[in-house]
């Protein structure tokens, strides 16, 4: 199972996962935010739908994803546009794809300064 993890990080802990990946060390695949705001700008609740429908399912046209999700084609097809434009998800000869079996996400939440 190919699994992704959703991650705010810093440019800093991004840098190591990336030299820790250039010496061997196996890393995952990984998807970085640059904070918890940003995550939850680019995954809304009509995007994190869209990326339910697509999880494990291979290249499709953004039509299918607007009849997975029970949406308007233009709607779906702005929010897919976002979401490749953030990395999350490709443009293939095919269609769209998001290639992941599983998502996992990570951060942590800690009291207010």
């Excluded at 030299?19 to 061997?24: D, K």
């Excluded at 939850?40 to 339910?52: N, P």
């Excluded at 490749?84 to 443009?91: L, Q």
């Amino acid at each position: 199972m190919k699994t992704v993890t959703l991650s705010v990080a810093s440019r800093e802990a991004v840098s190591r996962r990336a030299l820790a990946a250039f010496q061997g060390e196996a890393q995952g695949a990984h998807i970085s935010f640059a904070s918890v705001e940003l995550l939850w700008q680019t995954l809304t609740k009509k995007r994190w739908e869209i990326l339910h429908a697509m999880t494990g399912q291979g290249a499709m046209s953004i039509r299918e994803v607007a009849r997975r999700v029970d949406r308007d084609v233009k709607a779906v097809h702005g929010d897919i546009h976002r979401l490749i434009n953030a990395g999350v998800i490709e443009r293939t000869d095919e269609g769209v794809l998001f290639p992941y079996d599983a998502v996992h996400v990570d951060f942590t939440l800690t009291k207010a300064a």
